[in-house]
């Protein structure tokens, strides 16, 4: 079974109008390789922006629009919060669940993160679920428990057989940001640990799965990234905002 290759671009509380049209200017036209996806995930303000410029442009249809952040409830009195169905309304298809800096920096428990999953998988989105260790949790070799605790809770609610419309990004908190990209064997090793974890449970379900690679990832490293064997593209940042190079490490994604 050959999964597809994911690239997703994190814009975080980055980007404008301009960058949208940027953005979609420079992929208009582009060829996508194939069985691979391409994931836009601007703020919330320009994805009605992006679904329009995209439409009318020529951008393939495997570029798709995601959003950073979702909430668990439906619809009601919380104030500040985006629905499911509001992101449905604006073309969205993929949704980032879980990103470290909302765990860390607005305290999304893990909790939280599974139930954001769950109903992300209700309305018919893909999760992008993010997981990842500290930098003190892998120097203390506790990465492997940290990533089973991330991932348990999410298959206790959701059951494992959902997971085979869940994209997993491994982003290991101490590569987010600082430049310090893990090398293709740190990535990968981890990759399959994930794997593992999940081949344990359900190997058709785990060999389903694709796990992305997030953390300070840019042109120069994505190719060798990309090509390890549970390396299924990447959850991008900084250099996602980058309209030549994010092109560029686009075209490094090629279809396994
Ligand atoms: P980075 O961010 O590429 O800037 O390290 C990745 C992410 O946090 O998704």
Sequence with gaps: MKRPLIVA?????NGSLTLVEQMTNAFNGFVVNDNVAIVICPSFPYLAAFAAAAKNANLSENIHLGAQNVSAQEKGAFTGEVSTTMLKDVSVSYVVVGHSERRNLYNETIMDVALKVKSVLEAGLTPILCIGESEAQR???QTNEILASQ???VIDIIGIKKFVDVVIAYEPVWAIGT???ASPHVAQTTHQFIRQFLTNIDADVANKVPLLYGGSL????SEELFAQTDIDGGLIGGASLKVDEFKLICSTAKGK
Excluded at 9 to 13: D, F, G, T
Excluded at 218 to 221: F, V, W
């Design 139 to 141: 120097v203390a070799e």
């Design 218 to 221: 840019n042109a120069t490293t």
């Design 9 to 13: 671009a994190n814009w975080k509380m």
């Design 151 to 153: 991932l348990q809770p």
């Design 179 to 181: 430049g310090k990209t």
